[in-house]
């Protein structure tokens, strides 16, 4: 059995949700923006880091130690640093520090510095990777190439003992970046879902059993983020729809640029059709739908509005379209969507749909400070 650490993204509960509904069985021990668990099966951090949306790293627990035993701490990073230099003798070894809740203490600069002379001694060349901030980012871990060839230690530090970790493997952000702004089609005026929340939704959404004979759909698909990232996780059965033809032509051309980046030649069974979300059933069979996952409309994103009025609209819209769902869903089937909430300076206004016999829960929200319009994440859960 080993223990991993999953440093969370800033959206934390949602980024929780996210790893709860994947390892049902785990216990998570929460260390302010960390989570760490014991894993009984063999996993591969690499792999599950590519459908993450909300994990930032992804690394292993070396030593569980006593926050007064600093002698201990040192001499375990000291030989581990040795042990991973050595295997890497014909490059220059980087390693360097991340402290989650704590401050970085002085006399671990001073043990740096150790490591390097003692590195030296032994004709291993060293640098020790530093940044203003007292978490080293992903960038910056993987433009030092502390995981290729070096380590990065992560200090978690918990009431009176410290969790010592190697960072493993961290969010593949040049991926995303090129899967968000780097697609063909793009529809920045009426707003795209980020890649990383597209991955957690369809995460919240699926069982542990087997995605590839399930069915996905998004009867929202806009220019189909939620497509790709479901045809990147595997799922051989998507199904896209908008009232936008515009949408639909986006949609198909992103899912065949994305095809074209990973050179697959096998055509999965992803069916993208024009239709209003009130005329599903004319398209879909009753009952034949696994998730549906969705970013719906969610209001006008500019200027000055009457949010009175445009949740009075949103009920509507999402209530009519909640109605179809659950026609077209199998049974145990679950909807994850997203429902607007409008912040003001006095208020915050939310939707409130009609559920239609639906189990109802929120699991987080994803957005900015400035933001006036944020993302609350809603599961819907099919019953019997």
């Known amino acids: 059995m080993k223990k991993y650490f999953f440093a969370l993204g800033t959206n934390f509960d949602l980024s929780l949700a996210e790893l709860t509904h994947l390892f049902p069985n785990n216990k998570w021990h929460k260390v302010g923006s960390v989570v760490v668990s014991d894993f009984s099966d063999n996993i591969n951090p690499q792999e599950l880091m590519t459908v993450l949306g909300g994990t930032i790293k992804i690394g292993e627990v070396i030593k569980e130690i006593s926050l007064a035993n600093r002698r201990a701490l040192s001499e375990n990073i000291k030989e581990e640093s040795f042990l991973l230099a050595e295997k890497n003798?014909?490059?220059?070894?980087?390693?360097?520090?991340?402290?989650?809740?704590?401050k970085v203490p002085g006399d671990f600069f001073k043990l740096g510095l150790a490591i390097k002379r003692d590195l030296k001694a032994e004709g291993i060349s060293s640098r020790m990777v530093t940044s203003r901030d007292t978490i080293l980012s992903s960038v910056v871990v993987e433009q030092n190439k502390l995981i290729e060839s070096g380590i990065e230690f992560c200090l978690i530090v918990d009431k009176n003992r410290v969790f010592l970790g190697k960072t493993l493997v961290v969010q593949p952000f040049k991926d995303l970046s090129k899967r968000d702004f780097g697609r063909p089609a793009r529809d920045d005026h009426s707003g795209m879902i980020p890649p990383k929340l597209a991955q957690m939704m369809i995460n919240l959404a699926r069982s542990n059993n087997g995605i590839k004979d399930k069915i996905l759909l998004d009867p929202f698909c806009g220019s189909g983020t939620i497509l790709m990232e479901a045809y990147l996780m595997g799922f051989k059965n998507i199904i896209g729809s908008d009232l936008s033809d515009k949408a639909v032509l986006d949609s198909k051309e992103n899912i065949e640029w994305i095809r074209a980046l990973k050179n697959d030649?096998?055509?999965?069974?992803?069916?993208?059709?024009?239709?209003?979300?009130?005329?599903?059933?004319?398209?879909?069979?009753?009952?034949?739908?696994?998730?549906?996952?969705?970013?719906?409309?969610?209001?006008?994103?500019?200027?000055?509005?009457?949010f009175d009025i445009v949740v009075e609209e949103l009920n509507k819209l999402y209530s009519e379209a909640i109605k179809v769902f659950s026609k077209i869903l199998k049974k145990n089937g679950r909807v994850v969507m997203i429902w607007p909430y409008f912040r003001s300076i006095d208020k915050v206004r939310r939707v409130k749909p009609e559920t239609f016999g639906f189990n109802y829960k929120s699991v987080g929200v994803y957005g900015r400070d400035n933001q006036k319009v944020w993302r609350e994440i809603i599961i819907l859960q099919n019953g019997v």
Do not use: A
């Not at 003798?89 to 704590?102: E, H, I, P, R, W």
């Open 265 to 306: 030649r096998q055509k999965n069974n992803i069916n993208i059709f024009q239709s209003d979300v009130l005329n599903l059933e004319k398209h879909v069979k009753k009952g034949s739908v696994d998730y549906i996952v969705c970013e719906p409309y969610l209001g006008p994103q500019r200027g000055f509005q009457d």
């Open 89 to 102: 003798v014909t490059k220059k070894f980087n390693f360097g520090f991340s402290f989650y809740n704590k």
